[in-house]
């Protein structure tokens, strides 16, 4: 079955660090995605992309996020000026146009001390 | 809005059966079935698109109501691999996923 590779697996940053999480979906796929899951909550939305552009965001994703396909292959996600409360774990899903069936990666885990 | 799932724990003993049960205040686009064990992604089991559907394979399947807004996780005679949390997803436009909060499934020997 495809895959969708997140990098890193585990990413240990300070409070106030910048850091960048990375995708590569599937390839032939046209939507991707952020999810958040803090640990032993659920599953948060954060935004979704498609050609080339957010095409809707949660109020979780403000002006400390942002989203970027730079090369048509990685997605990626930086959170500037970390904070203690963006530990969690990072998942980035990507789809196919018209098939609502989502493919997750295997999360990024981040932890700010 | 997300949608609510019941029970909120379960455990079971191998073998038996189990039941989660989903439902929203609206009718949803679809209903997605996901299982995720602790540290780990959430494992795709089933979608559901059309009221009144059911889907299965091996001893997992899922019901949607007639008006796409309740579905159903069955699970039978219940092995120690089932355990995990189990989660209903409203499938939105642009295909954007909302979880519920998980149902916990314990299976023990």
């Known amino acids: 079955e495809p895959e969708v590779t997140q990098t890193p697996s585990h990413q240990v940053t300070q409070m106030g660090q910048e850091v960048i999480l990375r995708c590569v979906p599937i390839?032939?796929?046209?939507?991707f995605y952020w999810y958040r899951q803090i640990l032993g909550q659920k599953v948060e939305f954060l935004v979704s992309f498609y050609n080339n552009e957010i095409s809707e965001k949660s109020e979780i994703f403000d002006d400390q996020f942002s989203v970027e396909r730079p090369d048509g292959s990685n997605f990626t996600l930086k959170i500037r000026s970390t904070k203690l409360e963006d530990s969690a774990m990072y998942f980035c899903?990507?789809?196919?146009?018209?098939?609502?069936?989502?493919?997750f990666g295997q999360g990024t885990r981040l932890t700010v001390v | 809005q997300q949608p609510v799932q019941s029970p909120q724990a379960v455990i079971l003993r191998e073998g038996e059966d189990a039941v989660i049960n989903c439902s929203s205040s609206k009718a949803l686009y679809s209903v997605h079935w996901y299982r995720q064990k602790h540290g780990e992604a959430p494992v795709f089991l089933m979608i559901l698109l059309k009221g009144g559907e059911q889907k299965g394979h091996d001893k997992i399947s899922a019901s949607f109501n007639e008006k796409k807004q309740q579905s159903s996780l069955y699970l039978t005679a219940s092995q120690l691999s089932y355990s995990g949390t189990y989660f209903c997803i409203e499938g939105g436009s642009n295909y954007k996923l909302t979880f519920g909060k998980g149902t916990l499934l314990t299976v023990n020997p």
């Open positions: 899903a990507s789809n196919l146009d018209r098939e609502p069936r989502a493919f």
């Open positions: 390839s032939n796929h046209l939507y």
